[in-house]
């Protein structure tokens, strides 16, 4: 799933693709920006493991994609046997 952050005084966007759902990306967005704007951090973690830490204070926005359905690419394993 992706999320796109905007942060202020940055004319880019932060993109992750996350393993978590919207509802566990959401909780923690929620979370990081009801500590307060100058005492909070919000941890994401991408597909890759790597962990993103932007300060509450420096998010303008954040854009919640829909869950991943279905990957697109040849499968391996059970469903790939049964087609």
Same mark, same amino acid.
């Given at each position: ?12 966007? %932060?993109?992750?693709?996350?393993? =978590? ?6 909780? !923690?967005?929620?979370?990081? %920006? ?7 951090? !919000?941890? !994401? ?7 993103? !830490?932007? =300060? ?10 829909? &869950? ?12 790939? &046997?049964?087609?």
């Amino acid at each position: 799933m992706e999320v796109k952050i905007g942060v202020t005084d940055s004319a880019r966007e %932060l993109v992750i693709n996350s393993a =978590q759902t919207p509802d566990e990306v959401e909780k !923690l967005v929620t979370a990081a %920006l009801g500590k307060g704007a100058d005492a909070g951090l !919000l941890s !994401l973690t991408d597909e890759k493991g790597r962990r993103y !830490l932007v =300060q509450t204070a420096k998010i303008a926005y954040v854009e919640i994609g829909v &869950a991943d359905s279905r990957r697109v690419g040849f499968g391996i394993g059970a469903d790939a &046997a049964t087609g």
